[in-house]
């Protein structure tokens, strides 16, 4: 069923979040007062944290809490993943609810998690020769028609423009869910032969799918993304400038994100509509679902041979392009979450982090509170010199104690905490995000430059390296071979991850999903070697599946 939007009567659609289920309970737990019944709102979230005096131990019963206080409270992972997941995100001033109903509202340090993705990508996607342009975000509803697969698996979320200056429109238009189709008709004007190719380009832009079931991050209406589209003078080429993205997001998950996702191959059910083929990216989240956190596609010729997008080849003959498309989303934002979070809020890794330092100054009495700014100022300054993101909180309303769990809550990943026993040492004491507790925390560490500089560097990379093996164990340890379906039908059961061999139908691949909720995953590059047996069927199999609940 398509969605039809109108856009001159926008607020036909407005709707306070989500689901009113979600709002209440929401409110109900962050204490939200009713001016802020959007959804979730950290300003109110964050009113009234811990008050605690000089240094603290800022984990308490597995929440972030304040002595007198019950506000900024984290429903913990183990009793509720979900809530503890929109809990961290409001509390953390990721995110908040959009007006429109499935809309959220990117706040400025989720939206400094996204730059850092961009950051990464941009970089790597220039490296590999692609150039960023924009597409409009309109398209004519008879571009999607013309691929058939492609308008069949997008239909049901398909928003459509039919009203425009108050007139009825002659042709409906598509609010952009993804891009084939127009740059296709682009394409078609820009390649003539084969000097024209390979034709690469990228762009960032949002899109709009119209969801029936969101979640702030992983599935919304609308949300960001970057999409890169190239055309190619043969299939090979094509299919190496596929399985080349899917390696970029690979490296970019486990160097940056310290996420250890696994690559593979698509299934044919799973298959993106319009591709030949299509390769992901599937992380385990903090619950053991599935979130698949970027693809890659091998269009082959549907979408050229739609469009007629062709060129003439080096003996003179006419020949349609071969093509591939690939994305990732701010939906990583909300894997990064449910990666590393714990009940204190976010652990993000380094490279990754808004802010990487955070130096909280402590001082009791006004004849302290000089000395110890200027070392924390001197101490801000060297570590940003060095090319480290740091924030300085020396505000006096708060806390020192709030200060700390506020911080630790955004998953700042090392704490720098100077008082005046600090300033006249010459020394910090420095606290892990990534390890709670005292165990965390080394004292003494001098604030000459070189000392430090160096120090909280090594710091830094020990917590990205740390993150990435925690999550990697983690991955591994729910991950379950099987040899049958009712061994299959067990791990899926317990939550776990199940791989094996397969090379059923897909009727039977669709069978598992209706009676387990779970679907192949993927393919993994990474075969085990030796024969095998379809944990379904008995016959041969060429290759093990992984199959899971997913997002």
């Given at each position: 069923?398509v969605?039809?939007?109108?856009?001159?009567?926008?607020?036909s659609l407005?709707?306070?979040?989500?689901?009113?289920?979600?709002?209440?309970?929401?409110?109900?737990r962050?204490?939200?007062?009713?001016?802020?019944?959007?959804?979730?709102?950290?300003?109110?979230?964050?009113?009234?944290?811990?008050?605690?005096?000089d240094r603290?131990?800022s984990?308490?019963?597995?929440?972030?809490?304040?002595?007198g206080?019950?506000?900024?409270?984290?429903?913990?992972?183990?009793?509720?993943?979900n809530a503890w997941?929109?809990?961290v995100?409001?509390n953390?001033?990721?995110a908040?609810?959009?007006?429109?109903?499935?809309?959220?509202?990117?706040?400025?340090?989720?939206y400094?998690?996204?730059e850092?993705?961009?950051?990464?990508?941009?970089?790597?996607?220039?490296?590999?020769g692609?150039s960023?342009m924009?597409?409009?975000?309109?398209?004519?509803?008879?571009?999607?028609?013309?691929?058939a697969?492609?308008?069949?698996?997008f239909?049901?979320?398909?928003?459509?423009?039919?009203?425009?200056?108050?007139?009825?429109?002659?042709?409906?238009l598509?609010?952009?869910?993804?891009?084939?189709?127009?740059?296709?008709?682009?394409f078609t004007?820009?390649?003539?032969?084969y000097?024209?190719l390979?034709?690469?380009?990228?762009?960032?832009?949002?899109?709009?799918?119209?969801e029936?079931?969101?979640?702030?991050?992983?599935?919304?209406?609308?949300f960001l993304w970057?999409?890169?589209h190239t055309?190619?003078?043969?299939?090979?080429e094509?299919?190496?400038e596929?399985?080349?993205m899917?390696?970029?997001?690979?490296?970019f998950?486990?160097?940056?994100?310290?996420?250890?996702?696994?690559?593979?191959?698509?299934s044919?059910?799973?298959?993106?509509?319009?591709?030949?083929?299509?390769?992901?990216?599937?992380?385990?989240?903090g619950?053991?679902?599935?979130?698949?956190a970027?693809?890659?596609?091998n269009?082959?010729?549907?979408?050229?041979?739609?469009?007629?997008?062709?060129f003439?080849d080096?003996?003179?003959?006419?020949?349609?392009?071969?093509?591939?498309?690939?994305?990732?989303?701010t939906?990583?934002?909300?894997?990064?979450?449910?990666?590393h979070?714990?009940?204190?809020?976010?652990?993000l890794?380094?490279?990754?982090?808004?802010?990487?330092?955070?130096?909280?100054?402590?001082?009791?009495k006004?004849?302290e509170?000089?000395?110890?700014l200027?070392?924390?100022?001197s101490?801000?300054?060297?570590?940003?010199?060095?090319?480290?993101?740091?924030?300085?909180?020396?505000?006096?309303q708060?806390?020192?104690?709030?200060?700390f769990n506020f911080?630790?809550?955004?998953?700042?990943p090392?704490?720098?905490?100077?008082g005046?026993?600090?300033?006249?040492?010459?020394?910090?004491?420095?606290?892990?995000?990534d390890?709670?507790?005292?165990?965390?925390?080394?004292?003494?560490?001098?604030?000459?430059?070189?000392?430090?500089?160096?120090?909280?560097?090594?710091?830094l990379?020990?917590?990205?390296?740390?993150?990435?093996?925690?999550?990697?164990?983690?991955r591994?340890?729910?991950?379950?071979?099987?040899s049958?379906?009712?061994?299959?039908?067990?791990?899926?059961?317990?939550?776990?991850?199940a791989?094996?061999?397969?090379?059923?139908?897909?009727a039977d691949?669709?069978?598992?999903?209706?009676?387990?909720?779970?679907?192949?995953?993927?393919?993994?590059?990474?075969?085990?070697?030796?024969?095998k047996?379809?944990?379904?069927?008995?016959?041969p199999?060429?290759?093990?599946?992984?199959?899971a609940?997913?997002y």
């Amino acid at each position: 069923m398509v969605s039809s939007l109108r856009i001159p009567a926008l607020t036909s659609l407005i709707s306070p979040s989500f689901t009113r289920r979600s709002t209440v309970s929401l409110r109900r737990r962050l204490h939200l007062r009713p001016p802020l019944a959007a959804g979730f709102s950290a300003q109110s979230a964050a009113s009234s944290p811990t008050e605690t005096e000089d240094r603290v131990d800022s984990k308490k019963s597995g929440r972030v809490q304040d002595r007198g206080s019950t506000d900024r409270v984290i429903t913990p992972r183990s009793q509720d993943f979900n809530a503890w997941y929109l809990d961290v995100i409001a509390n953390a001033e990721l995110a908040d609810y959009g007006p429109v109903r499935g809309t959220m509202v990117i706040r400025p340090y989720g939206y400094a998690m996204w730059e850092a993705i961009q950051d990464y990508l941009n970089v790597k996607f220039k490296e590999t020769g692609h150039s960023n342009m924009y597409f409009p975000q309109f398209i004519p509803y008879s571009f999607i028609e013309k691929e058939a697969s492609h308008v069949e698996g997008f239909s049901p979320e398909l928003a459509l423009v039919t009203i425009g200056g108050g007139k009825e429109l002659e042709e409906k238009l598509v609010v952009r869910p993804t891009s084939e189709t127009i740059v296709n008709h682009m394409f078609t004007q820009w390649i003539h032969s084969y000097r024209d190719l390979p034709l690469m380009i990228n762009q960032w832009a949002n899109v709009t799918r119209w969801e029936m079931r969101t979640k702030p991050f992983v599935r919304t209406l609308e949300f960001l993304w970057q999409e890169g589209h190239t055309a190619h003078a043969t299939l090979e080429e094509a299919e190496k400038e596929a399985l080349q993205m899917i390696d970029v997001y690979t490296k970019f998950a486990y160097e940056q994100a310290a996420i250890p996702v696994i690559a593979g191959r698509k299934s044919k059910v799973e298959t993106f509509a319009g591709a030949d083929k299509t390769y992901t990216i599937e992380a385990m989240m903090g619950d053991r679902k599935a979130l698949q956190a970027g693809t890659s596609h091998n269009l082959g010729q549907n979408f050229s041979r739609a469009f007629g997008t062709q060129f003439t080849d080096e003996n003179g003959l006419r020949q349609h392009v071969w093509q591939t498309s690939w994305a990732i989303s701010t939906r990583f934002v909300g894997g990064i979450i449910m990666t590393h979070g714990d009940d204190a809020g976010l652990m993000l890794p380094p490279r990754i982090a808004p802010i990487q330092v955070v130096i909280v100054p402590i001082w009791k009495k006004v004849d302290e509170k000089t000395g110890v700014l200027d070392a924390a100022s001197s101490v801000a300054e060297t570590l940003k010199n060095a090319g480290l993101k740091v924030k300085l909180d020396d505000t006096d309303q708060r806390t020192p104690g709030w200060k700390f769990n506020f911080w630790e809550m955004k998953g700042v990943p090392l704490r720098i905490e100077i008082g005046p026993r600090d300033v006249s040492s010459g020394s910090v004491v420095i606290s892990r995000r990534d390890i709670p507790g005292k165990q965390g925390k080394v004292f003494g560490i001098s604030m000459e430059p070189s000392i430090l500089e160096a120090y909280v560097k090594d710091r830094l990379d020990e917590i990205q390296s740390s993150l990435l093996q925690r999550a990697i164990s983690f991955r591994d340890s729910n991950i379950v071979d099987v040899s049958s379906y009712e061994e299959l039908k067990e791990a899926i059961s317990l939550g776990k991850w199940a791989r094996g061999p397969w090379s059923a139908s897909d009727a039977d691949e669709l069978r598992i999903k209706e009676e387990t909720g779970a679907t192949i995953r993927c393919f993994p590059f990474e075969q085990p070697q030796g024969t095998k047996a379809c944990l379904m069927t008995g016959k041969p199999a060429d290759e093990v599946a992984i199959f899971a609940k997913s997002y």
